[in-house]
């Protein structure tokens, strides 16, 4: 059974810095391509960043280009968002997720994704 595990998430300010980890267990992490999301209360769940499983391909909504980074370390079948010049407008949980199938592209669709961590809340006072 596959497991997403998010932490690092928290209360800080804007200007702040964060780091989020996404632990995957029960399967061979490093072929699947990842992604974030993240869910504002009253709002949908939307894209954030996402990873190719090769070729280290990325992609990331335009409100956070620039600041923020999506990354993996395969010996610890991790992913991490890094997050830098955080806003009030990035106040959200924050979800990891891993797509069942080997590409060497990025998918941006919640449909496109398998597997759902349970989410870490970030939140950015101003």
């Known amino acids: 059974q596959v497991q997403l595990v998010e932490s690092g998430g928290g209360l800080v300010q804007a200007g702040d810095s964060l780091r989020l980890s996404c632990v995957v267990s029960g399967r061979t992490f490093g072929s699947y391509p990842m992604g974030w999301f993240r869910q504002a209360p009253g709002k949908e769940r939307v894209f954030v960043a996402a990873l190719s499983s090769t070729a280290g391909n990325t992609d990331y909504a335009d409100s956070v280009k620039g600041r923020f980074t999506i990354s993996r370390d395969n010996a610890k079948n991790t992913v991490y968002l890094q997050m830098n010049s955080l806003k009030p407008e990035d106040t959200a949980v924050y979800y990891c997720?891993?797509?069942?199938?080997?590409?060497?592209?990025?998918?941006?669709?919640?449909?496109?994704?398998?597997?759902w961590g349970q989410g870490t809340q970030v939140t950015v006072s101003s």
């Open positions: 997720a891993a797509r069942n199938a080997i590409a060497p592209r990025t998918y941006s669709a919640i449909y496109q994704y398998h597997y």
